[in-house]
């Protein structure tokens, strides 16, 4: 909430007290300050002007020359090409060599050959966003409403409020009350230890009228638990005008756009009491029976901004005989809207289910100011007078008379939150020694009404009612440290016996996992848990069911994610976007599977994606594109180091959504699968935006639940190694795995390495042969090898590739 520095003045003595003192006091015991600001930042040598003479430009059928009086000798010549400007206005004037927003410099010049003294300003050359402009001024300059009390010459940073400083807090959902001017008093009057001063409202008899509201509109309230509050006051005989000017630059340095009298009076008495109010036509009304239920499922509703809107049977809506005419809490309807030609107005005050309030704000997308506080709760023990002033106001403000009496259809009453709490307990909590008449203090600083029982050192605190957010002791011991001040509890050293922190075997695993894929050339990646709904359905084979957001805050965020190839394609195509052609990444993180619990759940993955160059071109070295085996080599190299004892195998599979078919292979431990790796298919690829890239992603959990060997290392021998060739003619169907399993299936006691060099298929083979040459190598760590040895163990090779392969030796 914007908080105004000189509106609080009127509550509370801020005399030596900067602006920024006080919202370092508010963050340091209340809410946090986002900002502290003020609309005149930079801004100098911008004056009141007076248009005297107003003509048209000679050499322009836009531009206008015009006569200013700005308080000189002498009135300056300004061109100006406004469609709004006229003679006898109080504008704006920036003179020559002021500094306006972004701090523009403003300097003499000709303007097609006019000479140009200065420029006459619209709200937003000098600060003022677009959407609190009042909407007559948006695309024009600002002229100066006659009970401004301007006059040449003034500065208009003065005269518009500017000068302000504005308090830019951040209200927690458990503060609603610091959603008003009141509420905020309150609570810097507990931390600075005064009492505020507040102005209570009375209707005058000239004010009063004698007609009845009762006798034209009557409130039917069905369920107290929805709309636990509703009540109704009227004005007649309103006319409907701008504001006054204090108000509408209230408003506007505030983050509200001044609309006229009666809606801004709503607005100045939400943000001052935190109770939103909602005025409504009453001839639009009159006769009829005002009540609050629940919208029929699919029906229309225009709001006041002019939408359509399909409404849900869950829907809370204000009815005027059955017949919607507001979002309850939200947003009123056109129907009802006061125009120009409202003459009687009646003004609503309710309060509404929190709850039902949020869930329609949020998925009809309509985050009013109103909906932000109804969702927080609302001060009971302020609707009445919030209401009665707004009435006052709008008469005041609109010519009009307050209608006799208040039409209720639910008033349900809340009674103080009684509390105890020992004075032994809170010193205890609190690390302090705090006495009895210190505690007191704070509660008196807090307007608590207290008690203490001497003999049972027991605090009996009656809580406000504007302060919803207390119910329990835990609740009064924050309220006690808040005002004592953090700053000033006690610090203390943690006692008993320090332990020895440690990772656990996960974490071990986990932080491994990093350093071995960051050594391999990868960079780690970050990406969102949630995702589009076709994105975290990808890359999974299972049939895995979707754990999707209930409220999505946009439709890329709807699902969670099942997969972190998905994020990490992402990444790839925002570096490519940015002539990033090499992207090499890594993450770790979990997916979401839902199991029909309501809780979904987290299985723990690793995923790497490459794309581009694995080898920059250089002068003697040509660019090597990232391949295949380079994405295996990864894994494998990754697994390897993790020392897992069961067996890795890699098989190729077809059916994986995304993936190419002929280049991906699932990657099993003992059998059972525990990730894949490959080429992503070239449609998923153009789909991304990226060009030719590899992928892998494996179950972390999986990998860190198989069983590891506490000692992975192996002694290099001193011996000599010995190594035999054999090339082979064999079919086509054979794979290389197949080749190597029967090699290490022949128990080969003295074989250390088994290495492809050489594979041909084409002339001079029989169709569907292919020729594949092997490298073996024998070595023994313990002694020098003999020939025979090594030539035994090798005919056993020959043979078995023979019988299990039929392959013919070369």
């Known amino acids: 909430m914007k908080l105004s520095y000189e509106w609080l003045s009127k509550y509370l003595d801020l005399d030596g007290v900067e602006p920024k003192d006080l919202a370092e006091k508010i963050e340091r015991t209340a809410v946090e300050v986002d900002s502290v600001t003020r609309l005149d930042y930079k801004l100098k040598k911008i004056v009141v002007g007076h248009t005297l003479e107003v003509t048209d430009h000679p050499d322009s059928d836009h531009l206008h020359v015009c006569q200013v009086d700005v308080g000189e000798d002498e009135p300056i010549q300004i061109v100006c090409g406004a469609p709004n400007i006229a003679a006898d206005q109080d504008v704006i004037v920036a003179l020559h060599g002021s500094r306006i927003k972004d701090n523009v410099k403003i300097k003499r010049s000709k ?325 009895k008449v210190e505690v007191l203090d704070i509660f008196h600083r807090l307007d608590f009404e207290t008690e203490f029982d001497d003999q049972e050192q027991t605090f009996t605190i009656s809580v406000p009612v504007r302060r919803w957010d207390i119910h329990i002791e835990a609740d009064i011991l924050e309220e006690v440290a808040r005002i004592f001040g953090y700053d000033n509890l006690p610090v203390t050293l943690p006692t008993g016996a320090p332990t020895v922190g440690q990772l656990t075997a996960k974490q071990k695993l986990i932080r491994a996992s990093r350093n071995v894929l960051e050594g391999l050339g990868l ?38 994610r099942m997969n972190l190839i998905s994020g990490l394609l992402d990444d790839v195509a925002y570096n490519q976007a940015r002539s990033v052609d090499n992207v090499a990444l890594y993450e770790q993180g979990r997916v979401f599977y839902a199991n029909g619990s309501g809780q979904p759940e987290e299985i723990e993955h690793i995923a790497g994606v490459i794309s581009g160059s694995i080898q920059a071109k250089s002068w003697n070295e040509p660019e090597k594109l990232v391949s295949f085996f380079d994405i295996k080599g990864i894994v494998e190299q990754y697994l390897k180091n993790l020392a897992l004892t069961g067996e890795i195998t890699y098989t190729a599979v077809q059916d994986l959504d995304g993936m190419h078919p002929g280049r991906t292979a699932e990657v099993k431990l003992d059998g059972q699968i525990i990730g894949f790796l490959g080429q992503i298919h070239p449609l998923t690829a153009k789909e991304f935006k990226i060009k030719e890239t590899y992928v892998f992603e494996l179950n972390l959990t999986e990998i860190i639940n198989a069983q590891k060997k506490l000692q992975h290392y192996s002694v290099i021998s001193k011996y000599p190694a010995i190594t035999r060739d054999v090339a082979m003619l064999i079919s086509k169907d054979v794979t290389n795995e197949q080749i190597l399993n029967v090699i290490r299936e022949t128990k080969q006691a003295n074989l250390v390495n088994v290495e492809l060099f050489d594979v041909y298929a084409g002339e001079h083979l029989e169709d569907g042969m292919k020729s594949m040459a092997y490298q073996l190598t024998y070595q023994d760590i313990n002694d020098t090898l003999q020939e025979d040895t090594v030539n035994q163990e090798f005919s056993k090779v020959i043979e078995q590739l023979k019988e299990q392969l039929d392959a013919t030796i070369r």
């Open 111 to 435: 303007m097609r050959g006019v000479k140009s003294n200065g420029m006459i300003c619209a709200l937003q050359e000098i600060g003022y966003p677009d959407n609190v402009v009042p909407k007559e001024f948006v695309d024009g300059i600002y002229v100066f409403p006659a009970d401004s009390g301007v006059k040449p010459g003034d500065s208009v940073m003065e005269a518009l409020g500017m000068d302000d400083d504005i308090i830019d807090t951040s209200v927690t959902p458990n503060r609603g009350d610091m959603f008003s001017m009141n509420g905020n008093a309150h609570e810097i009057a507990a931390i600075l230890d005064q009492t505020a001063n507040f102005d209570v409202a009375e209707i005058e008899s000239s004010l009063q009228s004698e007609t009845k509201l009762l006798d034209q509109i009557k409130i039917e309230i069905n369920d107290e638990k929805d709309t636990p509050v509703y009540k109704m006051m009227g004005v007649e005989g309103v006319s409907i005008q701008e504001s006054p000017f204090w108000l509408q630059t209230l408003l506007m340095k505030v983050g509200i756009r001044p609309i006229n009298n009666v809606v801004d009076v709503t607005n100045y008495v939400m943000l001052k009491y935190g109770q939103p109010l909602h005025a409504y036509d009453l001839s639009s009304l009159k006769g009829k029976t005002i009540s609050v239920n629940d919208a029929k499922e699919g029906s229309e509703f225009e709001t006041l901004d002019g939408m359509k809107r399909e409404l849900r049977s869950s829907d809370l809506m204000i009815m005027a005989d059955n017949v919607p005419v507001g979002m309850a809490g939200i947003m009123g309807g056109l129907d009802s809207e006061v125009t120009n030609q409202t003459q009687n107005v009646v003004i609503e005050a309710a309060i509404f289910d929190p709850i039902k309030i949020r869930k329609a704000a949020r998925y009809h997308n309509l985050h009013s100011e109103a909906a932000m506080r109804f969702e927080r709760g609302i001060d009971y023990s302020a609707l009445n007078q919030a209401l009665k002033e707004a009435a006052i106001l709008i008469a005041q403000f609109s010519d009009g008379r307050v209608l006799d009496g208040v039409v209720e259809g639910s008033s349900v009453k809340k009674s103080p939150q009684v509390v105890t709490v020992t004075l032994p307990r809170i010193n205890k909590i609190l690390g302090t020694s705090l006495s």
């Open 523 to 560: 960079t780690q990646a970050m990406s969102y848990g949630l995702t589009t709904i076709a994105k975290s359905a990808r890359f999974v084979k299972d049939d895995h069911a979707q754990v999707k957001v209930n409220w999505p805050m946009t439709k890329d965020r709807e699902a969670l």
